[in-house]
DNA sequence: GTTAGTGCAAAATCTTTGCATATTT
DNA sequence: AAATATGCAAAGATTTTGCACTAAC
């Protein structure tokens, strides 16, 4: 079993235990360039430490998805979940046509879109910008 | 058995056969405003004609999205996937940042995630901005 | 008439769950 | 010590496939 980086504040933060299979899985997640199925990250897994089981894994992923953390998207060609660290510098907003309001929204969904199109089109992709806008809260309201 | 449009001029110009049961298929599709899942097609598809297999369903899915006028997403909450006719008036763009050429992308990633801001949010969604940048297969050559 | 599509049932794949044991707080 | 997480094996859900039959061109 190799030593992992335990993520103590990290969990402390979401209130959740911290766990050595929880830290194995946030390693692998954080030292992922893209997004990875859950069978992807157990083999990683299993690399660190033999025993950790694949209900582990799903558990673990289902836990961070909940706590908004970890991003859940689909493989757009195959039927398979992918998830990535809803990373903080990658961001974008949500615009109030009314209020002019800008709400910023952690999580990023085309990384696996991009994937796509870089297979597609045979486009190299260095970044995208998405302004999503619409009426806040308050403004659907008055 | 309903009588249901007869997509034949379509079918023709994806040079796909036309069958009543991909009719059916693509009429439930034209008629959502919402992604639909696979099982949700097949009990609609039901209504219309009683003996269509769920197989079918899948199969005819299957090759619409391979003929690139349907697209398939994650319902991000749950492990299923969603399909929507990829719409016309719904078009993205790559931008090459080299030889600024413009390459028309048909589909659009974003209807499930906008339903899940909506939620998330309670923000009233009209409309969304994307580009993507990058180069293009001749500017990567040179 | 030939080629391709369909329905059915069975298989494959991905994900979740129950329970006894182990770990964390 | 109490509460929660884990591993295993079994179950559940979704999707795919083989094959005999049927429909489309």
Redesign the pocket.
Known sequence: MKNIKIH?TF??EYS???????SIVLDILDNSKEAK???EIFLLAKDI?E??????I??????FVEKKFLIKMSALE????KYALNKADHAHYLLCLKCDKRIEVGYCPLSVYEESLKETYNFNIVGHKLEIFGYCQDCQNS
Chains 1, 2 share one sequence.
Do not use: V
């Not at 959740?16 to 929880?22: A, F, L, S, Y």
């Not at 799903?58 to 836990?63: H, W």
């Open positions: 103590e969990f402390k959740i235990k911290n766990t050595r299979q929880r199925t859950a069978e430490d025993t950790i089981s694949l209900s582990t799903y558990r673990t992923l289902t836990l195959e039927n398979l979940s």
